[in-house]
């Protein structure tokens, strides 16, 4: 039986828009870094000529932290004072633009029928706290979320700490729980669970069935596994 679901954030609750790749193009603005490193650091992160980003890539299922490594190459600047910047950039960033906090679906509807369900509902995310906090409480939905699971609280997805903790908090065995999301991290992540990809994300189907059959358009389709 089904009792908990673990749910990532952008790409499968969240919508990944342009607001991603717009915050690291705002961050790098008054950079010193010419056009030139500037292709490099797109290449390297995930984001394409056209603007897309690619599955799987640093930008669509890493962290701050890993976003930072990469700067700290091109910049001549102690890596902790970037990851702050960092850090405080994409959530001052997501304040002054949340109209990039757009759901794939309807969040309220979903997290009311699982509530009726008595189903545990978890965020995993490879953002931070805070930026994750404030998309929800954005939406209205934080007093839904039992469990935050923040990349900079717990050990960066597919590494299971925070699984773990989440599972010893709600005496919670593997095969109760639902992992819904779009990336590979994401999958070896929920290894264990009952597996869900999304199609709402960066991920394709063709990635996501090498590690699950179980493939859905967004999150709200998931009540059919329960």
Same mark, same amino acid.
């Given at each position: 039986?089904?009792?908990? %679901?673990?749910?990532?954030?952008?790409?499968?609750?969240?919508?990944?828009?342009?607001?991603?790749?717009?915050? $690291?193009?705002?961050?790098?603005?008054?950079?010193?870094?010419?056009?030139?490193?500037?292709?490099? +650091?797109?290449? *390297?992160? /995930? $984001?394409?000529?056209?603007?897309?980003?690619?599955?799987?890539?640093?930008?669509?299922?890493?962290?701050?932290?890993?976003?930072? $490594? %990469?700067?700290?190459?091109?910049?001549?600047?102690?890596?902790?004072?970037?990851?702050?910047?960092l850090d405080d950039h994409l959530l001052n960033y997501l304040k002054e633009n949340n109209k990039f906090i757009r759901e794939t679906c309807d969040l309220?509807?979903?997290?009311?029928?699982?509530?009726?369900?008595?189903?545990?509902?978890?965020?995993?995310?490879?953002? !931070?706290?805070?930026?994750?906090?404030?998309?929800?409480?954005?939406?209205?939905?934080?007093?839904?979320?039992?469990?935050?699971?923040?990349?900079? %609280?717990?050990?960066?997805? #597919? !590494?299971?700490?925070?699984?773990? +903790?989440?599972?010893?908090?709600?005496?919670?065995?593997?095969? *109760? $729980?639902?992992? +819904?999301?779009?990336?590979? +991290?994401?999958?070896?992540? /929920?290894?264990d669970t009952l597996k869900v990809g999304v199609l709402c994300g960066t991920g394709s189907r063709e990635m996501l069935s090498k590690y699950t059959d !179980?493939?859905?358009?967004? #999150?709200?389709?998931?009540?059919?596994?329960?």
């Amino acid at each position: 039986m089904i009792r908990a %679901i673990l749910f990532d954030k952008d790409g499968t609750l969240l919508k990944f828009t342009e607001g991603w790749v717009d915050s $690291i193009v705002d961050f790098l603005e008054d950079k010193i870094l010419d056009d030139n490193k500037k292709r490099e +650091v797109f290449k *390297e992160i /995930g $984001i394409r000529e056209d603007g897309g980003v690619e599955e799987n890539s640093i930008l669509s299922s890493e962290t701050a932290m890993d976003l930072a $490594i %990469i700067f700290s190459k091109y910049l001549d600047e102690d890596l902790d004072e970037i990851y702050g910047e960092l850090d405080d950039h994409l959530l001052n960033y997501l304040k002054e633009n949340n109209k990039f906090i757009r759901e794939t679906c309807d969040l309220r509807k979903l997290f009311e029928a699982l509530r009726d369900r008595k189903i545990l509902i978890g965020i995993f995310t490879s953002d !931070n706290y805070r930026q994750a906090k404030y998309s929800m409480e954005y939406l209205g939905l934080d007093s839904s979320i039992d469990f935050y699971a923040a990349a900079d %609280i717990y050990k960066k997805k #597919p !590494n299971k700490e925070s699984l773990e +903790v989440f599972k010893k908090k709600y005496s919670l065995e593997d095969q *109760e $729980i639902i992992i +819904v999301g779009d990336s590979r +991290v994401d999958m070896v992540f /929920g290894e264990d669970t009952l597996k869900v990809g999304v199609l709402c994300g960066t991920g394709s189907r063709e990635m996501l069935s090498k590690y699950t059959d !179980n493939i859905i358009d967004d #999150p709200s389709q998931v009540l059919k596994f329960l």
